[in-house]
């Protein structure tokens, strides 16, 4: 059974720097894409950052590119999104995914 358990969300002032964790469980890296998502009150969820099977490709949404950096380490099961330069737009409930499955998420508020 795959898992996900997103850890790391806090309150932060604008311009500062946080690192979320989401620990897996139930499939490998080697074959499974992971990806963080995010949604904001009354904004549909959108896809932030991606990190592909094999080789570790990654990929980042426009508002992200330059401050948000996705990476992984197989021997902890765990995937990382180091997000700096924060603003208050980035405030969101963080999720991340892989074949179909989600985490519960963890709240990121940015204060201005």
């Known amino acids: 059974e795959v898992q996900l358990v997103e850890s790391g969300g806090a309150l932060v002032q604008a311009g500062g720097s946080l690192r979320l964790s989401c620990v897996t469980s139930?499939?490998?890296?080697?074959?499974?894409?992971v990806g963080w998502f995010r949604q904001a009150p009354g904004k549909e969820r959108e896809g932030v950052a991606c990190?592909?099977?094999?080789?570790?490709?990654?990929f980042y949404a426009d508002s992200v590119k330059g401050r948000f950096t996705i990476s992984r380490d197989k021997a902890k099961n765990t995937v990382y999104l180091q997000m700096n330069r924060l603003k208050p737009e980035d405030t969101a409930l963080y999720y991340c995914?892989?074949?179909?499955?989600w985490g519960r998420g963890t709240q990121v508020t940015v204060s201005a």
């Open positions: 995914t892989t074949g179909g499955a």
């Open positions: 139930g499939f490998s890296y080697d074959h499974y894409a």
């Open positions: 990190i592909s099977s094999g080789h570790g490709d990654t």
